[in-house]
C-alpha cells in the first residue's frame, strides 16, 4: 500500500500542473497515529502532503458532493464505487472527476491495533509490506496485517476500483471463496426478541453525534430526517425509542446502496459495529435483485426502478 | 474567577505560591482496602468510578459486580454527564383536560443524593470548573447543575502516565492539579497517598476511613510519580497570544477553510468534551404528559444556529468549525480572562475521525 504514496504525489501534482483537475482530494497523513486526514490540494507543490496506506479507511466520495469544479480523487474500491453511486445519483458528473485508482490490500481498525498491544498509548504505527509496528512507551511490537483489518475489508471482493481514469500499481487479485453474510446468518439465527435485545445493546453506548452518518457517502440529505424540525420525526434526546429509530431510519435509508465501506464503524466514537445495521439489507440487494452497489454507471439502483421482472407480487 | 469556588468549602490550609497545599496530612490507603471502604459508602453516596468496558472506560455507579479499574488512562466520554446529563427532563406537565394543572409546568424533583466521582482525573475536574462559570455564575444559577455539582465530592486519580495526546498542564491544569478537587490521590503501586483538598474531601476520607498517616517514603515515591508524569507530557499548546488579537483578524483568517475541508461536522468533539456546556430545550409529549427536556447540542450542527424563519446564520461547516475553535480559544477567554474553554484531555485530538487538532488550530490561531 504504503509504496504508491509517490507515485501518487506525482500524478496529483502533474494533473494540477497540467490543468486536468482544479482540485485534488486525497488523504495526508494526521497528527495522531492511524489517523489519516482528507485534504483538499489546490496547487501542485502541496500534492508532497499526500499519503497513502492502510488508514485511509474514511470515503472520500462524501466530499465530492455538491462540487462544481473538476476534481481528481483517490479511489480504491470502496471509493470508486461510491463515486459511482454519486454520479448515478447525480450528486457529481462523470467528466467532473478524474479518478486516480489505486488497489487496496483493507484498512486497519485502529481499535484492533490497540487492544492487540493492550490499550497502551501509541506513540507511532509504521507499515512495510503487510508488518505493521506498533511503538509505545517502552515497547516496540510488529503485528501482522492481516490480523488488522477491519472487519468489512475481510470480506471485500472489490479491492480495485471498479472505474478510474488512470491507475497507480497492478491491480491486486481478488479474494475468493469467501462467506460474505456469514455475520448476517448469525444475527438470522437469533429469536426475534433476542435480536432486539442485541439491536439495542449495539446502540446502547450511542451518544448521538452523528459521525456515521456524516461520514457515509450516502448521507447527503440537505437535511436528515432527525434534523426536520418543522414537523419533528424523531425526539433529539437520549431516548432509546429514538436513537434506535435513527439507526433503522438511516440503515433503510442505505437500502440497494451501501457499499459496506465501513466509514460509519470506523467514525464511530464509542465503537457501535453499525455495519450489522446495514448488512442484511445489501444481503437483501444481491439475494433478490443480484445487485451491488456501485458497481455500474449505466443501471439505476433496484429500489429506484421499476422492472417487470421484480421479485416482488406486488411490484408487478 | 471569584465566587466561583464558593460553594466548595474552602482548603483547609495555607496555599503555597504553586496553589497547593501546604503540609496537609497526607494519608495512604492500601488498594483492596480503598475499594472496600468506597463499596461501604457506595449505600449512602452514589459512587461513580472508571470501569473497563469491552472498548473503552466509562464512569459507572459502584454497585454489585461492579469493579472499578483505577489502572486506566482516562474515560472515553468525559465525566461532565454525571453532573449534566446528556438529556435531563426539568419540568413536567399534564396534557390531560381534565386536570385543572392541565399545561402548566412543575418542577421535577431535583435529585440530591450525595454523589462522588472516585478516580475522575485532574484535567475532567478542571473541566467542571469551566463549566461552571456558564451555570453557576453571579448572573445565573443553574438550579439543576448547581445542585448535582454542589451534592458531589471529586476524588481525583494523578495522572502518572499521562498520554501522547494529553496537554493539560499547557491550560492551567496538570497531571496532579488539584483545581476544583476535594481528594487527590497519587497511586503508589498497591497504595493510594491521598490528600484533601477541601473540607468536603476531609470528611469523604474521614467517612471512608481506615487510612494511615502517609511516611516520608510513601511522599517521596509520590513526588516521584508526580516528575515522571510531568515529563511525560507531550505536545503543548500555545494560546497566549490570542487573547491581544482582534477578533476580526482571528475570524477572517485564511486557514479556516483548510481545516474545515475534512471536518464533517458530527459532535464527537463537543460531546467527548468535559468543557462543552451548550444544549437545547425540546418538549415531548408522552400520552396525556408533557415533559420539557434539555438535550446536549453541539456548535458543529446545522441546527443549532437554525433560525425560527429559516435563515441560518452559520450555514457552512466552515463557519460552525470556526465558531467552535473562537469560542475555546478566543471568546471565552476574552470573557472570562481565566484561560481557554479546553482542559487538554486531548479527547478531541484523539477521536476526531477527521483529525482535526485542537493543538495546530490553537497555534495557527496564536500565530495569526
Redesign the interface.
Known sequence: MERYTEEIRKRAGNLLKEGKVDLFIGYAGGSVPMMNRPILVRRPEEAELLQWDSFCGLNLANYLTGCKERIGVIANGCNSRNIVNHIVENQVKREQVYILGVPCTGMIDRRLVSSAVGGKDILSVSEENGTVTVETAGSKEQLNKGDLLQQNCRICTHRNPVIQDEMIGDPVEEQKGLEPFADVSEIEAMAPGERWEHFSRLVSNCIRCYACRNACPLCYCPTCFVDDSRPQWVGKGSDPVDTMTFHLMRAYHCAGRCTDCGACERVCPVGIPLRQFTRRLNRDAWKLFAWEAGMKLDERPPLDAYRPDDCNDFFR | MKGLRSMRTGPTTAMTSSGRARSMKEQVFSKSDWLKRLRALAGSTRIYVPVKE???HVFRILGEGVEPDFDY?NT??SPKAIIY???ERLFECSLDEKDPACNIFKDVDKDRTPLAIVGIRPCDAHGFGIVQRNFDNPEYKDPWWVSRFESCTLIGLGCS?P???CFCSSVGGGPFSEKLLDVLLWDLGDQFMARAVTQKGETFLAQAGGGAEADQVAKKKAEEVEKSAAK?LGRTISADRIRGKKINDLFNADFWE?VA??C?????C???CPTCWCF?I?D?VFGKTGDR?R?WD?CM???FT?HGSGHNPRDKKVQRLRQRFMHKLKYYQDKYNAGVQCSGCGRC?????????I??VADRMNNV
Open positions: 469491552p472498548e473503552f488512562r472515553r466520554l446529563p446528556s438529556s502516565s498520554g501522547s495526546t511525560r483548510d475541508f475534512g464533517i461536522n458530527c459532535g464527537t463537543t460531546y467527548l437545547d425540546q415531548e427536556i438535550n453541539s450542527f446545522p441546527l437554525l485530538v484523539q477521536h476526531c475521525p477527521v483529525n482535526i487538532d493543538r495546530e
